[in-house]
DNA sequence: GACGTACTACGATGCCTATCGTACGAGTCG
DNA sequence: CGACTCGTACGATAGGCATCGTAGTACGTC
């Protein structure tokens, strides 16, 4: 019942200095990981990849937090059999001042327009 | 030597409503494509499409200028023989404002970062 | 150890796309 | 008209990618 420690297992992200622009817009121009991305802003925590309700199978969703966290977008953690999820905010805030926030709010505005969030 | 009139030949656009972020994002995601958008808001004004002097071939530069197009991101004219290509700026400000700002402001940062413009 | 859960790895598939080359159309200038 | 420039259309090619299914690994619990 005690929250499970972080895991060996170690998962390949880029340093801060390595992402770029074209990478992280790349990631961003896929529904399903904008709707990641969203939820993730949203909460503001981390999240487990299971916690997600995304209409594609397990195999495509470890395909799309795997593009997030190569592009720089997100940070994976091993935490016990969970895989814990958290926005790269500071990075891309230091990298990229207020884009991330212009895409949220991008993001919002159009679910509201189109009708769907 | 008078500036030649529109040609009839008519170019498909997407109206403001049908631009999705997605596809912006797509779009802006290739280097070609961020390049040629970059310097079309340095300049501030319409462009031809032989002024852009890119590393590849024009029959791939026509690609990437209808995917500009076709995502919304600018707008094409035919000016005679040469076909003009302006930012949808307005469009993209009442749609996503910031948004297009924060990423010129992202791609330049970069580009100062990686030392390449 | 046995079982269940969370996620991965791998192969397959079908689609999209960045690139090229060549041949062509539209417009301007002499 | 003829020559030239600008850009298009079409086909080919090679690589990327979103998706799936199945089999397997890591971890926690009993």
């Given at each position: 019942m005690t929250s499970p420690a972080v895991s060996s297992r170690a998962l390949p992200h880029p340093e801060r200095g390595e992402i770029r622009l074209e990478g992280v817009l790349h990631a961003l121009s896929d529904p399903m990981r904008?709707?990641?991305?969203?939820?993730?802003?949203?909460?503001?925590d981390?999240?487990?990849?299971?916690?997600?309700?995304?209409?594609?199978?397990?195999?495509?969703t470890t395909h799309h937090f795997r593009v997030l966290r190569e592009s720089g977008v997100i940070r994976q953690i091993y935490r016990g059999t969970a895989k814990m999820n958290g926005l790269r905010r500071d990075d891309l805030d230091d990298l990229f001042p207020g884009l991330l926030d212009s895409l949220l709010d991008a993001a919002a505005r159009q679910a509201v327009r189109v009708g769907s969030g």
């Open positions: 904008l709707r990641i991305v969203r939820e993730l802003a949203a909460v503001g981390e999240l487990s990849c299971s916690h997600f309700d995304l209409p594609v199978t397990k195999s495509t």
